[in-house]
């Protein structure tokens, strides 16, 4: 199994329809020792039935928007695993006003609240993560179209997400020295609770699924495929990448 040996964490598992839990599935059926993490008391209830559902027995509390947090929160990873192999990062929050709304509309306070769970909080986990990588680990965010291209009522996601990808590009540098990757997922519109956020979903999807050059939605299996290569060995060159995975929507032009 590929990830026989391995450890790493996963933050931002909220339930079974969430990206993170296929990823999640996914890395433990191959052999990953897994630290999942929840925000608050509200997704402290759905992630500790889903890790005894994998048999995983690290969870722990890390909110993002509180960098005292990040550092407790990896303190306490290199208490219990030493060093780290892989970190998942499938963070995204936006106020739903700021979703539904013009773009134009955004204020300050909603502005920042986007871009530093969204993206930031990638920066300040590395930061804080990075004496416990191992030499080979690698990093592994999730973005998603409306960072290039505009979609409607994505907004504040939208930027939030190209700073993520810049921030990816970053990181990939700075780290590059000792051999860890920094990759992002672009992911297709999937039913989750995150895009749940976002009005107009439904014709969201239908749209992707009339306009896909395979006709079709992406699913979590898939997406969660993309990652595990990503974290795995078998992507040993491959670092600062955004790599879509969307039946080919990111093509279409009309």
């Given at each position: 199994m590929r990830f026989e040996g391995k450890k790493g964490v996963i933050l931002g598992v909220?339930?079974?329809?969430?990206?993170?839990?296929?990823?999640?599935?996914?890395?433990?059926?191959?052999?990953?020792e897994i630290c999942l993490t929840y925000p608050n008391e509200a997704i402290q209830k759905r992630v500790i039935p889903i890790a005894e559902s994998f048999n995983i027995n690290?969870?722990?509390?890390?909110?993002?928007a509180y960098e005292e947090e990040i550092v407790r929160f990896r303190d306490r990873v290199k208490e219990v695993f030493g060093s780290v192999d892989f970190i998942v990062h499938s963070i995204a929050y936006a106020d739903r006003e700021d979703l539904s709304r013009r773009f134009i509309e955004t204020k300050k306070t909603g502005f920042f609240t986007a871009l530093d769970i969204s993206?930031?909080?990638l920066l300040a986990i590395c930061r804080e993560?990075?004496?416990i990588l191992s030499n080979s680990a690698s990093v592994v965010t999730l973005t998603y179209l409306g960072s290039v291209r505009v979609v409607q009522n994505y907004n504040v996601m939208g930027v939030a997400?190209?700073?993520?990808?810049?921030?990816?590009r970053y990181l990939a540098f700075d780290l590059g020295t000792r051999g860890i990757r920094v990759n992002a997922v672009s992911a297709g519109p999937i039913k989750t609770l995150a895009a749940?956020?976002?009005?107009?979903?439904?014709?969201?999807?239908?749209?992707?699924?009339?306009?896909?050059?395979?006709?079709r939605r992406v699913t979590q299996e898939e997406v969660a495929a993309l990652a595990a290569f990503l974290l795995s060995e078998e992507s040993s060159?491959?670092?600062?990448?955004?790599?879509?995975?969307?039946?080919g929507y990111n093509l279409i032009g009309f």
């Open positions: 909220a339930n079974e329809k969430s990206i993170a839990y296929a990823i999640t599935e996914r890395l433990k059926n191959e052999g990953a690290f969870v722990e509390k890390c909110d993002v993206a930031y909080s993560f990075e004496d997400k190209a700073a993520l990808e810049a921030i990816v749940s956020g976002i009005t107009g979903l439904g014709e969201m999807l239908k749209t992707f699924e009339e306009k896909s050059l395979l006709k060159g491959i670092t600062g990448e955004t790599i879509f995975v969307d039946c």
